[in-house]
């Protein structure tokens, strides 16, 4: 439960990031975009998951997509 906890806070905390870069930045925000939309889409597949009856941790990192893509990057600062 715990780390199920801890991956939405990140992935909140990463969508919160992409929407202030989003919002500083004036020029071509598409890729930004796009990050945060699928974001939120890991955070509704999560959050599905994590409140359906018979739903366990083991499951939801089985359908958990990759976020490895996630890292920071300098240049967004």
Request: aromatic share 8%; glycine share 4%.
């Given at each position: 439960m715990m780390m199920i906890l801890?991956?939405?806070?990140k992935r909140l905390d990463e969508r919160n990031?992409?929407?202030?870069?989003?919002?500083?930045?004036?020029?071509?925000v598409g890729a930004l975009t796009t990050q945060k939309e699928q974001v939120e889409e890991q955070l509704q597949t999560q959050a599905s998951a994590w409140s359906a009856d018979g739903q366990d941790e083991f499951l939801l990192e089985a359908v958990a997509p990759d976020t490895t893509w996630m890292q920071p990057a300098d240049?967004?600062?």
């Amino acid at each position: 439960m715990m780390m199920i906890l801890y991956q939405l806070a990140k992935r909140l905390d990463e969508r919160n990031r992409l929407q202030r870069t989003i919002d500083a930045s004036s020029g071509d925000v598409g890729a930004l975009t796009t990050q945060k939309e699928q974001v939120e889409e890991q955070l509704q597949t999560q959050a599905s998951a994590w409140s359906a009856d018979g739903q366990d941790e083991f499951l939801l990192e089985a359908v958990a997509p990759d976020t490895t893509w996630m890292q920071p990057a300098d240049s967004y600062y």
